[in-house]
């Protein structure tokens, strides 16, 4: 402890200096959860947590420190965190509803856990607004864009299919009133070969007959009704015949 190589964290329990946010939770007599939990599960999160989200057997109002109450299922193995199901609880009961949705959309799509377990913990009228956003999970989501973008498009009012495989193209995002073509890229996309893959793809959907539009991180998470609006633009630009002819017509 002299060389600060070892810290005394609370008593009979010690700790490396690089402790991160366990740290704070082994000091409170705690358990992570919610949104300070998502990293150890490699959930998907919007934000970095503002304050550190415990469960601990005598909750008491502290700064920096958002209390849970004690967990009802299984904690970690070995770490100071609750179990994913309480992780995810804590979470759709905690925080905004989209924040709450993409942590368990990558729970749910990696297998790890089920959306109909979470259904049946979230009964009664209370429990309502919770099960409006387990709602909007969907079956296959390959990153965080899509489960949000998804939600958009449909609370617009827009008929969209997902992953939909265009002959000569591949699989698309999103095939929006079965005319314009919607993809969401994350930050991979902008590799100089992910670019010039893009680009082709877009000429070769162009040329079988649909619109193209891309939408990026900061378009889908912080502007998304710039996003809605643009795709509904379009849309009224072809059904008033603005755009060229040879485009596929609607269904």
Not at 35 to 52: C, D, F, G, K, R
Not at 53 to 67: F, M, Q
Not at 139 to 163: C, W, Y
Request: charged letters at 20%; a neutral charge; aromatic letters at 6%.
């Amino acid at each position: 402890m002299e060389l600060g190589l070892v810290t005394r964290i609370r008593r009979g329990i010690y700790g490396v200096p690089e402790g991160g946010i366990l740290t704070p939770a082994l000091a409170a007599g705690g358990w992570l959860t919610c949104l300070s939990a998502a990293p150890v599960y490699q959930l998907w999160t919007l934000t970095e947590a503002t304050s550190v989200h415990l469960c601990r057997s005598h909750p008491a109002k502290t700064p920096g420190l958002t209390d849970h109450g004690r967990p009802k299922h299984p904690a970690h193995s070995w770490l100071p965190v609750v179990g994913l199901a309480d992780v995810l609880l804590h979470a759709l009961h905690c925080l905004p509803a989209f924040e709450a949705l993409v942590m368990v959309q990558s729970a749910v799509g990696s297998g790890s856990i089920s959306l109909d377990f979470l259904y049946s913990k979230c009964c009664g009228r209370r429990n309502g607004p919770v099960r409006s956003t387990l709602d909007l999970v969907i079956p296959r989501a390959d990153s965080l864009l899509e489960v949000l973008a998804n939600t958009h498009f449909i609370r617009a009012g827009l008929r969209v299919k997902r992953h939909v495989v265009i002959p000569g193209v591949g699989e698309v995002d999103f095939l929006v009133e079965d005319l314009i073509v919607v993809e969401t890229d994350g930050a991979t996309h902008f590799e100089p070969k992910s670019v010039k893959r893009d680009q082709r793809r877009n000429n070769r959907s162009i040329l079988g007959g649909y619109l193209v539009l891309r939408y990026y991180y900061d378009d889908v998470v912080y502007a998304p009704e710039s996003m809605v609006a643009e795709v509904m633009a379009v849309l009224e630009l072809w059904r008033s015949g603005h755009v060229p002819a040879g485009v596929r017509p609607e269904a």
